[in-house]
Structure formats: structure tokens, C-alpha cells
């Protein structure tokens, strides 16, 4: 079965500095989001992507985070300066845009730590 | 507001036991309802929508729109079930509202 594959796993930063999460959507998927899950806490939307630009955004999601599909394949988050409060289980998610019935499809996850 | 309601942290029960996990939701057109499953910080993984009517590893849920309602239930708990279980609405296309999420414990 087809899957979102998210790089990295687990990644240390510096407070400070910028980071970039890598996303590899389902191949013939549409439709692309961010989510985030503080330890301990829910999962959270951060950002939806349709048709090369941003469809939906949450007030998470401020002036530090960007998103970008450089290529065919990848969908990237960029965090441009780390907080301590940015330490999250961040999950890439694709979905097909058929009809309604169908679901999105989560990654494994990039475990971001700001020291 | 949409929203998704988890009133339940933790439950623990004993292996054999029957399951309810509790989910409400406030949504003002068509709902559709999810369950997401997670074991152990690995990734989400989609358990039941309501609209297939489905029932996997022996969870079932049923969509109760009088009493706004979507929850999931298995009658006999195994230890394999121990895991964070989330419920989602889907909010047109673009996002995913959670609850809070409830950690399942199954005792042996």
C-alpha cells in the first residue's frame, strides 16, 4: 500500500535556527497538509495545500513557517527560526480529492526537538 | 464552532472487557467522522470513517446525529488494542479537526 514518507525521523536544532521537514505525498494525491502534536497534547492542523499554493492555514501557522512543493514529489515545511515551543511530532498528510468517503493518509512523523 | 470532544484521557480495561471510547462533535453540515489510531508514537493510522460502516480489528462505530455522537466500541478488548485513539471531523476538504485523543489501556 501506497504510503507518506517524512524525513527526517528525528531532527535537533538550536533555538534559532531553520529547519526543513521533507514530505514525500501518496504519488496521485492532491492535497497536502502540515499537522503538529506537542508531547502529550493533540494533533493539530497547521496548513493544507492544494494546486501549488496554500489552501487553509491555522494561527499556528505564522510568518515562521512556510511550505513549498519544490519539485513533483516533495512537500516541505520550513520552520525559518526555531522556538523551544516548536518541539513537535510534525506529520505530513496527503489526500486524493475524490469523492467524499475517502480519508488522508498520515506519515510516520519528523520528531523536532529545539534545544 | 467545529469541534471535536474526547471527555476520556485514559481508560483502562481488563483484556475480555468491553470498550467505549466517548466522542462528540459540534458541526454545523454534514459530518463525517473518523477514528485514527496510534501505537506507540508511530503515525496515524485510519481506523474507521463512518460512511463505510466498516468494523475493523472488531471496532465498530456508529454516527448518532441526535446525540452527536461517534463512538468507538469493540466487545472484547485485547492487549493489542492498547493505543491513543483519535477522533476526527473532516471540515470540508482542506482539514482534520482532533479531539484530544484517549489513551486505551488493555490490563491483562
Known amino acids: 500500500e501506497p504510503e507518506v514518507t517524512q524525513t527526517p525521523s528525528h531532527q535537533v536544532t538550536q533555538m534559532g535556527q531553520e529547519v526543513i521537514l521533507r514530505c514525500v505525498p501518496i504519488?496521485?494525491?492532491?492535497?497536502f497538509y502540515w499537522y503538529r502534536q506537542i508531547l502529550g497534547q493533540k494533533v493539530e492542523f497547521l496548513v493544507s495545500?492544494?494546486?501549488?499554493?496554500?489552501?487553509?492555514k491555522s494561527e499556528i501557522f505564522d510568518d515562521q513557517f512556510s511550505v513549498e512543493r519544490p519539485d513533483g514529489s516533495n512537500f516541505t515545511l520550513k520552520i525559518r527560526s526555531t522556538k523551544l515551543e516548536d518541539s513537535a511530532m510534525y506529520f505530513c498528510?496527503?489526500?486524493?480529492?475524490?469523492?467524499?468517503?475517502?480519508?488522508?493518509?498520515f506519515g510516520e512523523g519528523s520528531w523536532l526537538t529545539v534545544v | 464552532a467545529q469541534r471535536v470532544t474526547q471527555p476520556e484521557k485514559l481508560l483502562s480495561v481488563f483484556k475480555g472487557a468491553p470498550v467505549e471510547l466517548k466522542c462528540n462533535y459540534s458541526?454545523?453540515?454534514?459530518?463525517?467522522l473518523f477514528w485514527y489510531v496510534q501505537y506507540s508514537r508511530q503515525r496515524l493510522q485510519l481506523l474507521l470513517r463512518?460512511?463505510s460502516r466498516e468494523s475493523i480489528k472488531g471496532f465498530t462505530a456508529d454516527l448518532n446525529k441526535g446525540e452527536t455522537s461517534f463512538h468507538l466500541k469493540k466487545p472484547f478488548a485485547q492487549e493489542e488494542d492498547s493505543a491513543m485513539y483519535y477522533c476526527?471531523?473532516?471540515?470540508?476538504?482542506?482539514?482534520?479537526?482532533f479531539g484530544t485523543g484517549t489513551r486505551l489501556k488493555v490490563l491483562a
Open positions: 458541526y454545523s453540515g454534514s459530518p463525517e
Open positions: 498528510a496527503s489526500y486524493s480529492g475524490q469523492s467524499s468517503g475517502n480519508t488522508i493518509y
Open positions: 504519488s496521485n494525491h492532491l492535497y
Open positions: 495545500f492544494y494546486n501549488n499554493e496554500i489552501s487553509e
Open positions: 463512518h460512511i
Open positions: 476526527a471531523l473532516r471540515s470540508g476538504t482542506y482539514k482534520y479537526i
